[in-house]
């Protein structure tokens, strides 16, 4: 058995036990739902029973009593079954509108929710745009399963059994072609749809979601796209993944036409089959015209229903299907989760303690950290250098918890970080990032995320901290200012500076500075090293520094080798030691420095 064999059963296993859990969130509506709809399909059932009998009165003559008040009676029944299927049907709809759009909602915030909590590794692995793909495309499968099951395949299934069920009770061999043909049929229809349209829906779904990743590639990177001139490269980028998309699409749409076509060719046979049957019976005196009337009007209210199921198990394949990344989402392990019995944390002074830290990447054979040990006292200053590669950011990403580390204890405060809430833990460490991301909001918005509560004075006093308030007020519509995507609009300067106002107005015990310094005009440096300074006051801070000149007033440096702690102190101490890595960086900056500024 390959392995596409075995995986094709699963994408229904999973998905309708996922689908009838939301289900059972509306118990109410679902019943509502089931009954309007069968409501509806029942009296449509014995609607040809009467047509039968209206047809038999009408042949006994207009002038027999009998004949014609069973016209009537037939009549009457017609009419209020009709009524009675439009009433049904209508309650059955106007129930399954509101059912379907709250689980939709549901599964979306559910996957958002699921997609936020996500690792690092998860996120720095996975095409944004290809998680939103899933996540729509599986929302709205959602919509055409919910029809499927509850408005197609359910009534079907009533009109079948029923069917067979009245026409048997009649004419036992009739009712035994239309079973038989029906369990034909269906049998067919869900061994095409599984065998041979499942495995091509399931490829070129993987398409689409690759076409959407694709084109969310090329937009989010587009300011790099224009620099290098490269539109017509993303063109043909786009055009040869469209290229592999449009042929798995192809393969998928053309098994849906073979497999209608089986289909037809099954209920042709049907159709000869109980319509011949019919006339024997009625040859042999067995059937008056009406109780043809009554077979035939059965038989084309079941050939409807049966040609429907084909498609309606189509749909319900291709649904699964479109639901299969979406419900996977959910089964994806967090990677990094809250334990059992984790508590808030409270962070007051800030002391930082790695105990022994021992931490791998994943797929990586030997350790980054092989028991690292340091403490960083309350309120102070420290600065993180070293060589690319070295450790400085995996150090404060976990500080963060962003990875949980392979042996020993991080201590905030003297409380284990893993013992601890993740949401707790952020929402008191500052992060301002080398390339500062902002939300397409507003820069009031963007400058209150880490306090949402906070008025517009405190915005503007901690605009006014981090030396962003004056350009702001430049702007035409000043904090009502939208940024664009990732805060495109904005120097990067002034997202730095957003970005340290963010920090000021969160006023978290801890504070982590990524260079915050580097690439920027020397304006823009001199009013960030000023908030900088301002923001660290009172608070435990780490400095990543790429460049040396940031950590010369800090407390204590930190130079990181291959994952260890090579050499620590002050900038006096560690830039006199002869031979040391400290000193070597800082004398190569600083030639770098005279070579520039004697070319200049």
Not at 87 to 108: E, H, K, N, Y
């Amino acid at each position: 058995m390959t392995t596409q064999s075995k995986t094709r059963p699963t994408a229904i296993r999973v998905v309708l036990p996922f689908v009838f859990r939301h289900w059972l969130k509306q118990p109410m509506r679902a019943i509502a739902v089931a009954f309007g709809l069968l409501g509806a399909t029942v009296a449509d059932l014995f609607m040809p029973l009467f047509s039968g009998r209206l047809v038999d009165a009408v042949t006994a003559g207009a002038t027999d009593p009998t004949a014609r008040r069973a016209a009537f009676i037939a009549f009457g029944a017609i009419v209020a079954l009709g009524v009675v299927s439009v009433v049904m049907r209508f309650a059955g709809m106007q129930a399954i509108v509101p059912f379907t759009l709250r689980i939709m909602s549901d599964v979306a915030r559910e996957a958002f929710a699921r997609v936020q909590r996500f690792s690092t590794d998860w996120h720095a692995n996975s095409f944004a745009g290809s998680t939103v793909r899933k996540v729509t495309r599986g929302m709205w499968a959602l919509d055409l399963l919910n029809d499927t099951l509850l408005m197609a395949l359910l009534p079907s299934i009533v009109v079948l059994v029923g069917s067979m069920i009245l026409l048997g009770l009649h004419w036992p061999s009739l009712g035994l072609v239309i079973g038989i043909g029906s369990l034909v049929y269906i049998a067919m229809t869900v061994i095409l749809s599984i065998r041979v349209v499942a495995p091509a829906a399931r490829l070129s779904n993987a398409w689409d979601t690759r076409v959407g990743g694709t084109l969310a590639d090329a937009l989010t990177c587009n300011a790099v796209v224009k620099s290098f001139g490269a539109e017509s490269r993303e063109d043909g980028r786009l055009a040869r993944v469209i290229t592999r998309w449009r042929a798995r699409v192809l393969r998928t749409w053309m098994r849906y036409n073979y497999t209608s076509t089986a289909q037809l060719a099954v209920l042709l046979c049907v159709r000869a089959a109980v319509i011949g049957g019919a006339l024997l019976l009625w040859m042999a005196g067995r059937a008056t015209p009406g109780d043809v009337t009554f077979v035939l009007t059965s038989y084309y209210i079941i050939h409807a229903y049966l040609s429907d199921v084909g498609m309606h198990i189509n749909n319900l394949q291709r649904s699964v299907n479109d639901m299969e990344e979406l419900v996977a989402i959910h089964d994806e392990a967090i990677g990094i989760d809250d334990a059992a019995d984790a508590l808030p944390i409270a962070i007051h002074g800030g002391r930082i303690v790695f105990d022994e830290v021992t931490f791998h990447y994943r797929g990586h054979p030997t350790p980054l950290y092989d028991r690292l040990s340091v403490e960083i006292r309350a309120g102070e200053r420290i600065g993180l250098v070293g060589r690319s590669g070295s450790g400085k950011t995996t150090f404060v990403k976990l500080v963060q918890r962003l990875y949980d580390v392979s042996d020993g204890r991080i201590l905030i405060d003297g409380q284990d970080i893993a013992k601890a809430t993740q949401q707790s833990l952020r929402s008191q460490i500052a992060i301002v990032q080398q390339d500062p991301i902002l939300f397409h909001r507003s820069l009031a918005e963007n400058i209150a995320y880490g306090r949402p509560g906070a008025g517009m004075a405190a915005i503007q006093h901690a605009a006014q901290l981090a030396n962003a308030h004056d350009f702001v007020m430049r702007l035409p519509k000043g904090y009502g200012t939208l940024v664009g995507e990732r805060g495109v609009k904005l120097s990067g300067g002034e997202r730095q500076r957003v970005a340290l106002a963010r920090a000021f107005l969160a006023d978290a015990p801890v504070l982590i500075l990524d260079e915050a310094t580097s690439s920027l005009d020397s304006e823009s440096e001199a009013l960030i090293q000023q908030a900088m300074e301002r923001l660290m006051k009172g608070r435990t801070a780490i400095v990543i520094a790429h460049r040396l000149s940031t950590v010369r007033s800090l407390d204590r440096i930190l130079v990181f080798d291959h994952g260890r702690i090579a050499e620590q102190g002050t900038h006096a101490t560690l830039a006199a030691r002869a031979g040391g890595i400290y000193r070597g960086l800082f004398e190569r900056q600083a030639q770098q420095a005279d070579r520039v500024a004697a070319a200049e």
